[in-house]
């Protein structure tokens, strides 16, 4: 973001004139030419510096904590824009984010999305049903439509359909803090009343949205930054639990578990290591398949899941009846949607960064909301709980360096044809989880090294800027760190204050609000006074 004391070039693109371009530490930008190939992947040498420089812009230190201004420097990048936000071979003033490929390298890559992500729809509806004692029969039902509506809200995400979706590479599941809520709402209330939940809250999010755009002018870099930084710690521990298992359950930190999630993340590495290309930006995959391989090598595989059933299973509306409304028995889920909109701000600045596009606040988390609103909607008549945005995938565009949004939305296809060819649904749900949550940690500690990668850029220096993110930190790592600390206070306050990235958010805003903008207004008020006082 620009300074209107500073003019700057879009992101990754030189000066029109004068000296180079020099980040904060006084290094000069890396030329375009040197950023990125044709197919948007950097050389074999230089790769993190490359890449880096792309994504590190010349940050003006007052602009991570004070409100945004309206201008033209908030714009998304706009046709015509040349330089390294396109890689060699693209077309002239297509941004990497919106270059097509070519068909088969595309499902590849939408592919690698979808297996990596696989496992947080499969958990989610195998806790729903043993939670509230489901059928077989309403499980694969449940299942079929979890894909299906993940597909479709990647395809929303990524395309962008009129003000629906911000046209970056997104995916889309359920499951985390909504689904945990949508239990607790239906085993005090009903499934029938949890569904009605979901549906009251998906239409609140959309009467709020115009108030909460008005907001996100408290939500800079260093607020941002500080809950990306939340947010991928809480998604390693996630991928972390699917490979040990929860603490205190039979068979936690298993060794053939913990053997198996090691050894996918070695495989991957390896990989990334040796492969240039094509190969290279596959190595996640790879990795998934080879820890797979190996599972099945050392026998933890129970593959009588993946046979036999019928071809095709057809997502049934109304799974449990028509949705009930109970405004009351629906606010925890509504107040969460708050915080929620705040973590899509958050990982559509982040998605932002990682394709190295410029967006505008304003118009463009809401457009994310709406797309996560408009999912959760139809989810709430499917009988799931509210659909989220997924951080999951930045960090594979990170690691991989595709950054086009085709790419994401040909995972939604591949998601939706999964909701429906009951075969591949029990082929996949058999990866053991401690390869995927192998694979799902190097992924998710991606997303934190973003979040501290944007926190650099905050002039941390600054005793106040230090402070407020100390404390945002400790307040918002709190309850992922030490799980149960609040299970003493009632239920409602404790869903709240359990969600680590909600109350680290509030604290960074409320802070930096109050550090940046109330006590030097009222120092100047204070000042001028004093100054009129001694004429």
Same mark, same amino acid.
């Given at each position: 973001?620009?300074?209107?004391?500073?003019?700057?070039?879009?992101?990754?693109?030189?000066?029109?004139?004068?000296?180079?371009?020099?980040?904060?530490?006084?290094?000069?930008?890396?030329?375009?030419?040197?950023?990125?190939?044709?197919?948007?992947?950097?050389?074999?040498?230089?790769?993190?510096?490359?890449?880096?420089?792309?994504?590190?812009?010349?940050?003006?230190?007052?602009?991570?904590?004070?409100?945004?201004?309206?201008?033209?420097?908030?714009?998304?990048?706009?046709?015509?824009?040349?330089?390294?936000?396109?890689?060699?071979?693209?077309?002239?003033?297509?941004?990497?984010?919106?270059?097509?490929?070519?068909?088969?390298?595309?499902?590849?890559?939408?592919?690698?999305?979808?297996?990596?992500?696989?496992?947080?729809?499969?958990?989610?509806?195998?806790?729903?049903?043993?939670?509230?004692?489901?059928?077989?029969?309403?499980?694969?039902?449940?299942?079929?439509?979890?894909?299906?509506?993940?597909?479709?809200?990647?395809?929303?995400?990524?395309?962008?359909?009129?003000?629906?979706?911000?046209?970056?590479?997104?995916?889309?599941?359920?499951?985390?803090?909504p689904l945990i809520l949508f239990l607790a709402i239906a085993q005090q209330h009903g499934v029938r009343i949890a569904t009605g939940a979901v549906v009251l809250t998906a239409v609140f999010s959309f009467v709020v949205l115009p108030v909460f755009s008005r907001l996100l002018a408290y939500f800079?870099?260093?607020?941002?930054?500080?809950?990306?930084?939340?947010?991928?710690?809480?998604?390693?521990? *996630? /991928? !972390?639990?699917?490979?040990? &298992?929860?603490? $205190?359950?039979?068979?936690?930190?298993? +060794?053939?578990?913990?053997?198996? =999630?090691?050894?996918?993340?070695?495989?991957?590495?390896?990989?990334?290591?040796?492969?240039?290309?094509?190969?290279?930006?596959?190595?996640?995959?790879?990795?998934?398949?080879?820890?797979?391989?190996?599972?099945?090598? *050392? /026998? !933890?595989?129970?593959?009588? &899941?993946?046979? $036999?059933?019928?071809?095709?299973?057809? +997502?049934?509306?109304?799974?449990? =009846?028509?949705?009930?409304?109970?405004?009351?028995?629906?606010?925890?889920?509504?107040?969460?949607?708050?915080?929620?909109?705040?973590?899509?701000?958050?990982?559509?600045?982040?998605?932002?960064?990682?394709?190295?596009?410029?967006?505008?606040?304003?118009?463009?988390?809401?457009?994310?909301?709406?797309?996560?609103?408009?999912?959760?909607?139809?989810?709430?008549?499917?009988?799931?709980?509210?659909?989220?945005?997924?951080?999951?995938?930045?960090?594979?565009?990170?690691?991989?360096?595709?950054?086009?949004?085709?790419?994401?939305?040909?995972?939604?296809?591949?998601?939706?044809?999964?909701?429906?060819?009951?075969?591949?649904?029990?082929?996949?749900?058999?990866?053991?989880?401690?390869?995927?949550?192998?694979?799902?940690?190097?992924?998710?500690?991606?997303?934190?090294?973003?979040g501290i990668q944007m926190l650099g850029r905050c002039d941390l220096d600054k005793h106040t800027s230090t402070f407020i993110c100390a404390v945002a930190l400790a307040l918002g790592l709190l309850p992922i760190l030490v799980p149960g600390v609040y299970g003493a206070f009632p239920p409602n306050?404790?869903?709240?204050?359990?969600?680590?990235?909600?109350?680290?958010?509030?604290?960074a805003a409320v802070l930096n609000i109050l550090f940046h903008h109330v006590r030097p207004g009222v120092a100047a008020r204070l000042t001028t006074a004093r100054a009129e006082g001694d004429r």
């Amino acid at each position: 973001m620009s300074s209107p004391r500073q003019s700057r070039p879009p992101a990754g693109q030189p000066p029109a004139s004068g000296p180079a371009a020099t980040h904060p530490a006084g290094e000069p930008t890396a030329h375009p030419s040197e950023i990125s190939d044709t197919s948007g992947i950097p050389d074999t040498s230089g790769t993190s510096e490359t890449v880096n420089s792309q994504l590190t812009q010349t940050v003006d230190p007052d602009e991570c904590s004070r409100p945004e201004r309206p201008g033209p420097h908030l714009e998304s990048a706009r046709p015509g824009t040349t330089g390294s936000s396109a890689g060699k071979g693209a077309p002239p003033g297509v941004h990497p984010v919106d270059e097509s490929r070519p068909l088969g390298r595309i499902l590849l890559f939408g592919i690698q999305h979808v297996l990596v992500m696989a496992a947080t729809p499969i958990s989610a509806i195998f806790l729903m049903s043993a939670t509230l004692g489901l059928s077989a029969g309403l499980t694969v039902d449940l299942l079929s439509a979890a894909f299906v509506l993940s597909g479709v809200g990647s395809l929303i995400q990524s395309l962008g359909p009129w003000k629906f979706g911000p046209r970056l590479p997104f995916v889309m599941l359920p499951g985390g803090a909504p689904l945990i809520l949508f239990l607790a709402i239906a085993q005090q209330h009903g499934v029938r009343i949890a569904t009605g939940a979901v549906v009251l809250t998906a239409v609140f999010s959309f009467v709020v949205l115009p108030v909460f755009s008005r907001l996100l002018a408290y939500f800079p870099a260093l607020v941002i930054g500080t809950m990306i930084v939340i947010v991928g710690v809480n998604l390693v521990k *996630v /991928g !972390a639990v699917l490979v040990t &298992g929860q603490p $205190g359950s039979p068979g936690f930190a298993n +060794p053939t578990n913990l053997g198996l =999630g090691m050894a996918t993340i070695g495989f991957t590495v390896v990989f990334y290591l040796l492969f240039t290309g094509i190969l290279r930006q596959l190595a996640v995959l790879l990795g998934l398949f080879a820890g797979t391989a190996l599972a099945a090598a *050392v /026998g !933890a595989i129970d593959g009588a &899941g993946a046979t $036999g059933g019928a071809l095709v299973n057809l +997502p049934h509306l109304m799974p449990f =009846g028509s949705p009930e409304f109970n405004l009351v028995a629906a606010l925890p889920l509504m107040l969460y949607s708050l915080a929620s909109m705040a973590e899509a701000t958050g990982q559509t600045v982040i998605n932002a960064e990682a394709v190295g596009k410029k967006i505008d606040k304003r118009t463009d988390v809401p457009k994310t909301v709406r797309g996560d609103a408009l999912t959760s909607l139809f989810g709430g008549f499917f009988g799931l709980p509210l659909m989220v945005t997924s951080g999951e995938n930045i960090g594979i565009v990170r690691v991989t360096g595709v950054r086009s949004r085709f790419v994401t939305a040909a995972a939604g296809v591949v998601l939706v044809i999964i909701g429906f060819l009951a075969p591949v649904t029990r082929a996949i749900s058999v990866i053991p989880t401690a390869v995927v949550g192998g694979t799902a940690m190097v992924v998710f500690a991606v997303i934190t090294v973003l979040g501290i990668q944007m926190l650099g850029r905050c002039d941390l220096d600054k005793h106040t800027s230090t402070f407020i993110c100390a404390v945002a930190l400790a307040l918002g790592l709190l309850p992922i760190l030490v799980p149960g600390v609040y299970g003493a206070f009632p239920p409602n306050v404790r869903i709240l204050l359990e969600s680590g990235v909600a109350v680290g958010t509030f604290t960074a805003a409320v802070l930096n609000i109050l550090f940046h903008h109330v006590r030097p207004g009222v120092a100047a008020r204070l000042t001028t006074a004093r100054a009129e006082g001694d004429r």
